[in-house]
DNA sequence: AACGGCATAAACAATG
DNA sequence: TCATTGTTTATGCCGT
């Protein structure tokens, strides 16, 4: 492979850190995000700028550029207390469910939401890896986003979601922390992201139910003491991967529009349903695993997200981000895998799947209910 | 044309 | 009693 632009050897930190295009925190966090997928992050370049050196940056206890805003997302428990690197990875575990939202620690604010929206396509990624460079999801061809005129609020938050109701009902108990949710918090959290149903005949609550007692993807669970009539709605693990695919079935927006683009360019209102035709489309191209492009998604959201747009777009238009994998990451041929479980189904594609998955719905501004206490 | 997936509607029973 | 939840059946649309 062809040196990478802005590769350059030994840039160290500690030079790049005097004029860090992003502030440390940021990096932190991606730096954060990445290894919590169980990955290693070697350096981060942004218009040239290297950052190579994250246990310096990750370790620093500074919090001087710390202006944590009201969180507008509720994140349970372990707020910024992110799991360990050598997290079990068993695809057949569940624990991954209960303690792995990537972005815990990031608090978003509705303005981070709606910042969103105006992300270009000015950042790029590029993997330092052997695997090739995910086209599918990164197109190549410039866009403009930034020029279209934005989209009429009510025309995006009152169509209806191009989604299954099975989708939606396989969203809704993703974003829940316990992955467990009764109907009715369904029903909520369905209004909650696609005000569609706020409005809506009342017999969409009828398919909810119907699909979730015809569909063998979802389970039924022992109703939690105190929760009343009904029972906690989970997703059967063995049928994720058909909801996964399912996903990638879902109609993704028109080409006019640049599905990126469109993902974030939405609604002013609720950007919420314009992210997830970016999850579907993320989703829908994950016959294989595209080693670091979750990263990309999740840096270049969190990018956006945190700091709105004005963050990409004051870089130069040639700005890029790479971020780079430790090569051994790549030796995927020297030995099958981690051997850290895996599977033999989903392999490392589900694992691409689940993290993109999680992180994005996560950015997507769901709002992830205090786990219930131990009892 | 057949088939599968999906949405929608409706009826009904169970439950709090 | 009533509202909600869960199950089942039926029907039609649409894409393959």
């Not at 620690?105 to 695997?131: C, F, P, R, W, Y």
């Not at 006019?256 to 609604?267: H, I, K, T, V, Y």
Request: proline fraction near 11%; aromatic fraction near 6%.
């Amino acid at each position: 492979m062809a040196p990478m632009r802005g590769e350059r050897g030994g840039s160290p930190a500690r030079g790049a850190r005097a004029s860090l295009p992003l502030p440390r925190r940021l990096i932190r966090q991606i730096a954060r995000h990445v290894a919590s997928s169980g990955r290693s992050l070697r350096r981060l370049e942004v218009s040239g700028k290297v950052i190579d050196n994250f246990d310096d940056i990750g370790d620093a206890s500074d919090e001087s550029d710390l202006e944590t805003p009201q969180p507008a997302v509720a994140c349970g428990g372990n707020a910024g207390n992110l799991p360990p690197a050598d997290h079990d990875d068993d695809l057949t575990s569940l624990s991954w469910l209960q303690d792995r939202n990537l972005l815990r620690g990031i608090n978003l604010t509705k303005n981070d939401m709606e910042d969103t929206k105006t992300i270009t396509s000015q950042v790029v990624m590029k993997v330092a890896s052997k695997t090739p460079p995910p086209v599918a999801r990164v197109p190549s061809p410039p866009r403009t986003p930034c020029k279209a005129p934005p989209s009429p609020p009510a025309s995006t938050t009152l169509t209806k979601p191009p989604y299954s109701f099975s989708c939606l009902i396989f969203m809704a108990i993703e974003a829940a922390p316990t992955r467990a949710l009764p109907v009715k918090e369904i029903y909520a959290w369905i209004i909650r992201h696609f005000p569609y149903f706020k409005h809506a005949p009342q017999g969409w609550k009828n398919s909810v139910r119907h699909n979730l007692s015809l569909n063998k993807c979802f389970h039924k669970v022992a109703a939690a003491p105190g929760l009343g009539k009904g029972s906690l709605w989970t997703v059967d693990p063995q049928h994720r991967s058909t909801l996964l695919q399912a996903f990638g079935r879902q109609p993704v927006p028109p080409a006019e529009s640049e599905p990126e683009a469109a993902a974030l360019d939405g609604g002013k209102n609720a950007p919420d349903p314009q992210l997830f035709p970016y999850l579907a489309r993320r989703l829908a191209a994950d016959a294989r695993p595209q080693p670091g492009a979750d990263e990309y998604l999740a840096a270049a959201t969190v990018l956006a997200m945190k700091y709105g747009p004005a963050v990409l777009d004051q870089l130069p238009p040639a700005a890029h981000l790479v971020i780079s994998r430790c090569a051994r990451d790549e030796h995927s041929y020297s030995g099958g895998g981690e051997g850290e479980g895996g599977g033999e189904g989903e392999g490392e594609g589900g694992c691409e799947e689940r993290r993109t998955a999680e992180a994005l719905l996560n950015l997507a501004g769901v709002r992830c209910e205090p786990p219930p206490a131990p009892s």
